[in-house]
């Protein structure tokens, strides 16, 4: 295979991954009653709580208008509230509510199986050698 064609194929890869990846991660939300974009907000806060929702839209890669119909429907469930942010009277910080630290149990479960599932069959080895890969070509875009 020419190195055009072979570059061809693993950008489709890659692409096919990220596709069939976000539906799995659909379908595994949707047992908890949830949406992958509600789990996605949810895990970032758990990294990075107290971020204001315009820096939070900017990590997801999604539309500020977008986020906070997301945002009122966590907040509406309890799982996560808006506090004054101390330096900035107009902006909002974002911080999760106990009741949302069993539930992160539960999607960092399904995030495990969903991992196992996707890497099945590849070595430790491999899989930290992929890792740095595609490290790289994130790094590249």
Known sequence: MSKRGQNREILFV????????RTYADQKARHVGMTRAQWAVLLRL??????KQSDLA???????????????????SGLIERR???NDRRAKRLHLTEAARPLLDHIE?????LG????AGI????????????????ENL
């Open 14 to 21: 890659i692409s096919d991954v990220g596709r069939l990846l």
């Open 123 to 138: 070595d430790r080895g491999a899989g930290s050698t992929l890792l740095t890969q595609l490290e790289r070509t994130r």
């Open 58 to 76: 900017e990590i997801l890669d999604i539309q500020p208008i977008t986020l906070t119909r997301l945002v009122d429907r966590l907040c509406d």
């Open 109 to 113: 479960t399904q995030v495990e199986e």
């Open 46 to 51: 758990e990294r990075h709580e107290g971020l």
């Open 116 to 119: 196992d599932t996707v890497l």
């Open 84 to 86: 004054a942010d101390p």
